[in-house]
């Protein structure tokens, strides 16, 4: 019998506690080796700590027999930009089987985000390899991002993913038919309390302390630099009207520095002390440690683990304006910004956030619903199935409130309910008009 590899492949810290709760739980069959892969995927990956040199990865390397690195594996090209050519695929096989010493062993992967490098590249050098995909985030409840070529799609057995909204089955890789499977929440709590043990002691709390989330919108062209700093400001703002005197932030790792000093100012202005931690550590680490009284953010992971994993009370702040401003309506981000915005409160309501529980079953029924429409609207080539459950969602529960999760633009297109008015729904399907249209459209260009 041929000796057997499992290649573990991960960007981020999160994801690689992700892969050492599911090993704990029995969830992958034994291997002779484990190889821990391990990409910086940062825009400059020279001058950003990779996941083998963050705090806390000590504790989680004993699982695995070697750790590798995949940016020294490619130098000096890009993990994110770069896959294989076809006709070279045998060659870098050949070539990895030699670096890394496998020999003729059978190859198993488990990768995150197959549908784009690097993990697209590793399923596609080891072709035949059976593939599980693990999710490390609130995008794997929603459609595929690309359409995947059908000799990687197929090979893929499995989505582990922790089950961040109990209840809510994801829909990611579901065109091809792949099972999701939950990774256990007592083995995810006991890999992040590991993370936490040796870790400096965060400032120091009282009962009425809020941590604040902050993420770097303005990288991804969603927000500009100054929307950004209001968004962080806001939080400041509304943490501060609902009691708290002692604030947290968690900075984004790449954001820049100045940002943390206006909130400093902001919050002195309105009589708090707010601390800034420099240290880049997951914000689990920070909940286990610090144990806020509120979790305040936008749309991050973090602010569903802080709910459903510790039982800490979380609201959101900018939801909505992201919800108008995510382009193109494909955004992977629009199904992440729609969960916290349908389940958590927002910061300025008062009464909704002292009154906020885990959602119902029937509130997750309707999520569900919902991510079925808008995942229909996002990718209707990937998820043609999905058209009846879309229209269906649009007919019954469309409302100025529901309205914020779609794009009349997008409904049209895709001749939808919503749309138009019911008395000129038959425009977007009749081919005379939309004839008599394109032909509007060229002459007004002219």
Not at 198 to 216: F, I, T, V, W
Request: charged share 25%.
């Amino acid at each position: 019998m041929p000796r057997t590899t499992r290649i573990f492949c991960a960007s981020t810290l999160y994801g690689a506690a992700t892969l050492a709760a599911a090993l704990d739980a029995g969830l992958f069959e034994p291997t002779d080796r484990r190889l821990l892969l391990i990409t910086n995927n940062a825009t400059n990956p020279e001058t950003t700590p990779a996941v083998d040199a963050m705090p806390g990865f000590a504790r989680l390397r004993e699982r695995f027999d070697e750790v590798l690195s995949w940016n020294e594996t490619i130098s000096p090209f890009h993990p994110s930009g770069w896959g294989p050519r076809a006709d070279d695929i045998p060659m870098w096989e050949r070539h990895l089987r030699l670096l890394w010493g496998l020999g003729d062993d059978e190859v198993r992967l488990a990768v995150e985000s197959v549908h784009v490098n690097p993990s697209l590249a590793l399923c596609q050098l080891f072709t035949g390899a059976p593939v599980d995909v693990y999710a490390d985030g609130l995008i794997s409840y929603g459609p595929t991002r690309e359409k995947i070529d059908p000799l990687v799609g197929t090979r893929v057995r499995r989505l582990l993913h922790p089950d961040l909204v109990p209840g809510l089955t994801p829909l990611l890789l579901t065109e091809f038919g792949v099972a999701p499977e939950v990774v256990p929440a007592e083995a995810f709590l006991k890999v992040l309390g590991e993370l936490a043990q040796g870790e400096c002691a965060p400032p120091s709390a009282d009962e009425r302390s809020a941590l604040l989330l902050g993420q770097y919108l303005a990288a991804l062209g969603v927000l500009t630099d100054a929307e950004e700093e209001e968004l962080h400001l806001k939080m400041v703002r509304g943490a501060v009207a609902l009691g708290h005197r002692r604030l947290v932030f968690k900075p984004h790792p790449v954001a820049p520095a100045r940002w943390s000093r206006l909130l400093e100012e902001e919050a002195d202005r309105l009589g708090a002390e707010l601390t800034v931690l420099d240290r880049p550590v997951l914000a689990e680490v920070v909940f286990q440690r610090m144990r806020p009284a509120l979790v305040v953010g936008c749309f991050s992971t973090a602010l569903l683990t802080a709910a459903g994993l510790y039982g800490i009370p979380v609201a959101r702040v900018g939801t909505d304006a992201l919800l108008a401003r995510l382009r193109p309506y494909q955004n992977s981000n629009r199904v992440p910004v729609t969960i916290v915005d349908a389940l958590l409160p927002d910061l300025a309501d008062r009464a909704a956030v002292d009154g906020w529980t885990m959602p119902t079953q029937e509130q997750v029924d309707i999520l569900a619903d919902l991510l079925k429409a808008v995942g229909y609207a996002m990718q209707p080539k990937i998820y043609p199935g999905l058209r009846p459950a879309a229209e269906s969602y649009l007919s019954r529960r469309l409302s100025a409130h529901t309205w914020r999760y779609f794009k009349r633009k997008r409904l049209t297109a895709l001749a939808l309910p919503g749309a138009v008015p019911a008395h000129l729904a038959f425009i977007p399907r009749n081919t005379t008009v939309r004839r008599i249209a394109r032909r509007a459209r060229a002459l007004s260009r002219r």
